[in-house]
């Protein structure tokens, strides 16, 4: 079970997107079709390959409602990804998606790859947000974009996969400073800070070879 | 002592000569001194002189200096000597202790003035807030007394401040950071602080552990020496441990995180560790790995969980460890007796792990296998009451769930068995009856564990056969027991064969004919089950007796000619009567022995006396309990003189009776149902019709009385109008009227000066006619004249 980068995630939205759903579809592969509201936080955990690299999400599924919103601010900073989940068929999930951003563009470090993700794709006939709108706001704000189905697993992988893509492409990139664990990145047990193939500490633009391992 | 008084005195100015000012004074001059003073020297000056009397002078200094304190904290942040003495002042004041200094000076203080000022200091959160900022300063000065106030703040009132801290930016992290602090002192602090911090709070230690606590206390511990080290391990493991008990959450995230891997270096202990022996705290440190070992294979967490913990701790070696160290020599007995649990839980309910345990040999000689070796304690008088306990705990998770395991130890009785190696079994039956009464208990246990759920083994088992004495006719196994029981004056042994042969009655009629067979066994039980008195716990044993007696009844097959269910019911009836029956079964549940039994399958006795029930004993009452009683009732309903062929047959067709009435009752129940919500329904629709005609009623009232008040409006103008018209046609006819008047006036005041002239001219014609010797009739020729010119007009 060794890994080569390990990715903290967090993933917030109102209460009731299907926040805990997509957690479960990506970890599980179930889909628990009643509401049960999570109190504080959750962890989950998943091991994906990319790039022929194994890497270890680790993934903290917060509350959505607003009593618990000082709790789930404790988790922005060390996280290397965020899901910010709004539900198609909510206009009102969409609406608040400026104060879910404002909030983590606040409490994170400036780094972190966030991902938008209009859920519950399934339910067409009540859609009240279209995928347009939710494209231009991802636009807007520099976000990726994606719909996505818990119920039917529809672009779940994916959801989660291309936010450690990214996060992943910004390691080679060198923007990351992946010795700081308080940017959410560890790097595995066998892939020693060292290793003079991996970016280096602070080396920012520094080795970008990825063909070790 | 004399240097504070030469500072105090340059801080104070040499007192009056003669006047020794009181401690009150004092306080109260450099409190002002504190707050008016503009020069930084003084005020520190004056700060560390509040904080030497900050412990005598405790409430003094807490009930004036408070504010000033405060405001210190905030205005010379930038003075790193004037905050610490703050901070060690205020943690002088707030601090739980009771100071030395403080009984010389105020006998008579009241004990909680700590916890007060507290509450006085916290009631405004930004003051924490403040002191947390302070952990960010590096200054040893500001950040050790921070963590020193931190922890005494924490100590009166821990929710309220675990509260503040939780929802203050960043307050777990900055605590976090203080786990890689390099001066050891502090990061012990710190360590401490996390440990209260995270008692009892899961959102807390949710965070901490996401902010890389494990790695953080993993590397500690590392750095340390693993159990070798100090006791900054046991703190680190007692963090961990409070991060972990009963937080499913970082459970998963402990296990996903491959943090039980870095437990391995903990368990290896060094090839010479019977000569250098373990260290009371390497004791403390190995009984915290195992405590936090067991926090993750609990019975009391999430099966899922237990079970890929379980896996992982097999792949990972731990295993292993364990039972090495359970077959080491020189382990502390009280190390061995948490491993042995420790193992336990390990391989309780897992196939695998169970297997692999079943195969670990002690390096005994001959090589036994580590279950028989352990067993050997279970039995065994000498071994500590504790250890014995733990052996039963340990077998008892072997067969959870294990038929495999359940089977082997059954098979070892079997006159088949030609291994003359001492066996589980042999162990078993040499406790079941030996005169230690704990070892008839434990060995009960034991064995009726071997029959949980497994109809199989209740049969086999009663194929098992012992040679009494030399020469007499071998018994089985199960006579022996009931010959026992009535045999023996302990109460723990008849309490746990009592649980044994519970176990293996319940469902199984071939056990129960054998029982029932057993001479004086069925006396025996009905005259403890209508026994009148009793003391010391005998009303467990009676409820027991109970119980077996309804077993009895309740899986009868009838083949015993006297001990037909009928008959024994009739028994149970006229002898015991089914009042105190079913009273002394409800003993059982009754009693605390009961609630604390079934409370977790650890056996948790502190002493040997408190050994009666045991849990999954407690399952099989709860389950049975109804059954029995049932059993029971329905016999007595249907024991009016009914033979047994025609009962069954009888009570078919009245099952069969009460099949269709059910059904119809269903059915009736049904159609009930859809009409009631027809009902329902139409009573919505009505609902809404009236709701609807309210409506338009209430629209059409409204628009009523608008049309009504529009109608009086407008008939009320006309109504005034018109008298008004008229009015005013009037005063304009009265106008023209007047007008009219006036000038006919005029006219006749014009005629009559006309006629005035006329007349004037007359009477001069008049008189010059006379002049002219005219004779004219005065009279006539007025009248004529005048009536003339009134012609002419």
Known sequence: ????????????????????????????????????????????????????????????????????????????????????????????????????LDDARQHSNSNMVIMLIGNKSDLESRREVKKEEGEAFAREHGLVFMETSAKTAANVEEAFINTAKEIYEKIQEGVFDINNEANGIKIGPQHSPTNPSLPGAGGAGGSQGSSCC | MEYFRSGLKSVLGTPAPGTQPTGAETVERLVSRVSTSTLLEDRRDACRALKALSRKYRLEVGAQGMDVLRQVLELDRSDCEIIGYCLDTLCNITSKEVFEEEHESNINMKVNVGEQFTEMFIKNTENVTLVLSFLEEYDFRVRWPAVKLLTSLLASKPKEIQDIILVSPMGVSKLMDLLVESREVIRNDALLLLINLTK?????????????????????????????????????????????????????????????????????????????????????????????????????????????????????????????????????????????????????????????????????????????????SMVNEKQPFSLRCAVLYCFQCFLFKNEIGQEQVVQTLLPSSTNSALTTGQLLCGGLFSNDCLSNWFSSVALSHTLIENPAQREQLLRVLLATNLGAQPVSLLHQCSVYLQ??????????????????????????????????????????????????????????????????????????????????????????????????????????????????????????SELLLEFEFCKLFKALEPVVIKALGVQRDLSNGMSELSLSEHENALLLQYKELIRDQDKKLQDLQKNLNNMHRENQDLKAQIEELRQTNSQLHDQNTLLKAQMQLSTGTTAVNEPCDKIQQLEAELVEKDAELERIRKDQD????????????????????????????????????????????
């Open chain 1, 1 to 100: 079970m060794s890994y080569a980068y390990l990715f903290k995630y967090i993933i917030i939205g109102d209460t009731g997107v299907g926040k805990s759903c997509l957690l479960l579809q990506f970890t599980d592969k179930r889909f628990q079709p009643v509401h049960d509201l999570t109190i504080g936080v959750e962890f989950g955990a998943r091991m994906i390959t990319i790039d022929g690299k194994q890497i270890k999400l680790q993934i903290w599924d917060t509350a959505g409602q607003e009593a618990f919103r000082s709790i789930t601010r404790s988790y922005y900073r060390g996280a290397a990804g965020a899901l910010l989940v709004y539900d198609i068929t909510r206009r009102e999930t969409f609406n608040h998606l400026t104060t879910w």
């Open chain 2, 200 to 376: 009892s709070n899961a959102n807390i230690q949710k965070i901490v552990a996401f902010e890389n606590a494990f790695d953080r206390l993993f590397d500690v511990i590392r750095e340390e020496g693993f159990t070798d080290g100090g006791i900054v391990v046991e703190d680190c493991m007692l963090l961990m441990l409070n991060l972990l008990k009963n937080n499913t959450s970082n459970i998963n995230f402990f296990k996903e995180g491959s943090y039980v891997q870095k437990l391995a270096p903990m368990f290896v202990l060094p090839d010479n560790i019977e000569e250098i022996g373990w260290s009371p705290q390497k004791v403390s440190n190995m009984h915290c790995v195992l405590q936090l070992v067991r926090t993750l294979v609990s019975p009391n967490n999430p099966v899922q969980i237990v079970t890929s913990c379980q896996k992982t701790m097999r792949n990972a070696n731990l295993l292993e460890a364990l039972c090495d160290i359970l077959m080491a020599s020189g382990v502390p007995a009280d190390i061995l007796t948490e491993t042995i649990n420790t193992v336990g839980e390990v391989i309780r309910g897992n196939l695998t792990n169970q297997e692999y345990f079943a195969n670990v040999m002690a390096p005994s000689n001959p090589p036994r296998p580590a279950i028989v070796v352990l067993l050997m």
């Open chain 2, 487 to 608: 045999h023996t004056t302990k109460l723990q042994a008849k309490i746990g064969i009592l649980m044994l042969l519970a176990m293996w009655m319940s469902h199984c009629s071939q056990a129960v004919q054998i029982f029932l067979n057993v001479p004086g066994a069925m006396a025996f039980l009905t005259a403890q089950t209508s026994a009148s008195e009793y003391d010391n716990n005998e009303e467990i044993l009676q409820g027991l007796c109970a119980f077996i007696m309804g077993l009895c009844v309740a899986f009868n097959d009838n083949s015993v000619q006297n001990y037909s269910k009928e008959n024994l019911s009739q028994l149970i009836e006229k002898r015991v009567g089914t009042e105190t029956y079913c009273k002394k079964l409800g003993e059982i549940s009754r009693h605390e022995v009961y609630a604390k039994a079934a409370k977790q399958p650890q056996i948790k006795a502190k002493h040997s």
């Open chain 2, 750 to 793: 014009d005629l009559l000066e006309l006629l005035t002239d006329q007349d004037t001219k007359l009477n001069t014609f008049k008189n010059r006619l006379k002049e002219l010797g005219e004779t004219i009739d005065d009279a006539d020729s007025e009248d004529n004249n005048s009536l003339g010119s009134d012609n002419e007009m």
